[in-house]
């Protein structure tokens, strides 16, 4: 998954943070996250006996203080030198009740890659009564389509996007801008047998263009994958929200 320059600045918020943390050994971990107005939120985590909290829920805290709504990308860093580390078992499961669309910064051999929460604690319960809201994320560039109404539909693979209010989330947007929507209706269809009234493609938009895009978005969706069509609509009175 790309990371992008918004995202790149999170990491960096959390691990700049715990190069300041010094010798406390109450304080060793320290968390970056961003909400859709592209804050970033901080905080360390508090080392007790009695169960002190991690960074993370302490940066869940800060921005829940701040009104800052659903968070979208989080990172953590350790003390020392030990740069980014990957959440907990009890921080994924806050994470994923909370902000059920957060992306996770873990590092792997080739650098900081980003998660989806959700493949990070695969097959666990799911808090029903977080009343977590929703967050779809979109290309920078389908802004205006999306505001002006030429676009209300998308294909997805492999995503988690569900009937219901979200936020649609533009990302790395310079503007940071968000909007209010409904995700109406998500349909799902083999890729395969996906036919183009099914994808309710514009005219001049062909089943095989359509696919071969997909192809390059998703470069690991197999032939037979199971996408999603996801129709959504703008609230008209759609504002920026933090």
């Known amino acids: 998954m790309k990371i992008f320059e918004s995202e790149l600045r999170v990491i960096a918020a959390a691990e ?38 991690c960074a993370e829920l302490v940066a869940l805290g800060v921005a829940a203080a701040s009104a800052a709504g659903p968070l979208v990308t989080i990172a953590a860093a350790g003390d020392g030198g030990r740069g ?45 009564d977080s009343h977590a809201a929703r967050v779809v ?15 209300t539909s998308t294909i ?23 909007l209010n929507g409904t995700v109406t209706d998500v349909r799902r269809y083999r890729l395969d047998q996906l036919t183009a009234e099914q994808a309710l493609l514009d005219a001049g938009t062909s089943i095989e263009q359509l696919k071969d895009g997909l192809g390059q ?12 069509v996801v129709t959504f609509a703008v609230e008209p009175s759609a504002t920026s929200q933090r």
């Open 84 to 128: 980014l580390i990957p959440p907990c078992g009890r921080c994924r499961q806050v994470l994923l009740d909370l902000h059920p669309d957060v992306l996770v910064a873990v590092p792997t051999e080739d650098g900081p890659a980003l998660r989806p929460i959700r493949k990070l604690l695969p097959d666990t319960y799911f808090f029903p």
């Open 16 to 53: 700049q943070l715990a190069r300041s943390l010094g010798s406390d050994q109450n304080h060793t971990v320290a968390a970056a996250a961003m909400d859709t107005a592209g804050r970033i939120h901080t905080g360390v985590n508090v080392a007790h006996f009695t169960g002190g909290p």
């Open 137 to 151: 994320r979109f290309n920078k560039h389908y802004y205006e389509p999306i505001v002006d109404g030429r676009k």
């Open 217 to 228: 978005h998703y470069p690991d969706m197999p032939d037979d994958a199971e996408v999603d």
């Open 156 to 178: 997805r693979f492999d995503d988690s996007i569900v009937p219901g209010r979200a936020v649609f989330y533009f990302e790395d947007d310079d503007a940071h801008r968000v």
